[in-house]
């Protein structure tokens, strides 16, 4: 199979990259990212979750960010609700895309949801009528597609019916996240091949943890197979609560880097993407998580 010409990319470094971090971070500081993000040329940034604070309080004032931002057109801001009370929150505050997110491993649901796969796909029912009504798109996510950090190995054929059911109760596209980041090339390309034979690859996108430092292969591999969508954090930000020892996704730098290099095109400035992560890191008191910009500011 060829190499897309174009890739689109869905930041998540606000939402993802930062929902782990145990120090408060000002909206202030939250806003300026999205914004030099939007200016770098990211058109779809995860800015925020409206989820339980006693479960994930970095979280907690994703309301006001969403408030504080003055919209650019041409990007989707959106924002992760686990259920109606977290649409109905997005709602309020203007949003106008939200994930709902499962897992491809019953561990993992119900340390992360409190929920088994099963009963979270229920509780997503009437967050998609509501949003269908609101006329709010929805993405999906499946956890833990290559590895779950309670249950160990999670195969393909465990991924491909939750990501069809996204799909079918109607997400417009479903993201398969390697949560712990253990995931290698070879085991990347067979999740896309069989969940690819059930959902169609133009509607999947991958979501890579660099644990192990595979993304960027993972990233390759996935291209191989005609994945055209990668979410991605700026400054490789971030983890997930319920994923411990497990990095940041892939920086966003690193995959501009790499798709660059193959001739495909992002529309994104690499300086002004290096800019913004070299400015959120200085905030968070540490060194960019992105070997492109670690590399450019020894250079
Ligand atoms: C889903 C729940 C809420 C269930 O949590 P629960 O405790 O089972 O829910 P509950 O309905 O019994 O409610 C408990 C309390 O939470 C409140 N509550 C209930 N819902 C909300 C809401 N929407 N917003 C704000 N508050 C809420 C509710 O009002 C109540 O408050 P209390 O009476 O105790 O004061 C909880 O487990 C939760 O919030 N989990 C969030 C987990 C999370 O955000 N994880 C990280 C994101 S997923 C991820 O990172 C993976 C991904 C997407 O990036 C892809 C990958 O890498 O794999």
């Not at 417009?172 to 949560?179: H, I, P």
């Not at 095109?265 to 002004?272: M, N, R």
Request: aromatic share 6%; charged share 20%; glycine share 12%.
């Amino acid at each position: 199979m060829s190499l897309p010409r174009s890739v689109e990319l869905v930041e998540v470094g606000p939402r993802d990259g930062l929902q782990n971090e145990a120090q408060p971070i000002s909206v202030a500081d939250k806003v300026r990212l999205v914004e030099d993000l939007t200016t770098a040329g990211l058109r779809n940034i995860e800015v925020g979750s409206f989820v339980s604070p006693k479960w994930v309080p970095q979280m907690a004032g994703s309301a006001e960010v969403f408030a504080a931002l003055t919209p650019r057109p041409g990007v989707t801001y959106a924002a992760l609700t686990p259920n109606l009370r977290g649409l109905e929150d997005a709602l309020a505050a203007g949003v106008r895309e939200v994930a709902v997110f499962a897992a491809a491993s019953e561990a993992f649901s119900q340390r992360n949801i409190n929920c088994s796969i099963q009963q979270s796909l229920q509780r997503f029912e009437p967050i998609m009528a509501r949003a269908q009504a609101e006329g709010v798109r929805v993405r999906g996510y499946v956890s833990c597609v290559l590895g779950c950090p309670y249950q160990g190995e999670v195969r393909a054929e465990e991924v491909a019916p939750v990501a069809e059911a996204l799909m079918a109760m109607g997400c417009y596209q479903v993201s398969l996240g390697d949560t712990l980041g253990t995931g290698t090339a070879g085991a990347t390309r067979r999740l896309f091949e069989v969940v690819g034979a059930r959902v169609p690859r133009a509607q999947l996108a991958g979501h890579f943890h660099d644990t192990y430092g595979q993304a960027i292969a993972n990233v390759y591999a996935s291209l191989l197979e005609g994945i055209g969508v990668f979410d991605s954090s700026v400054a490789g930000l971030g983890g997930c609560p319920y994923a411990k020892g497990a990095t940041g996704n892939v920086a966003t730098e690193d995959l501009v880097y790499l798709l660059q290099g193959l001739g495909i095109e992002t529309g994104i400035d690499l300086d002004l993407l290096v800019a913004a992560g070299q400015r959120i890191s200085a905030v968070l008191g540490r060194a960019s998580g992105s070997r492109v910009a670690r590399a450019r500011a020894a250079g």
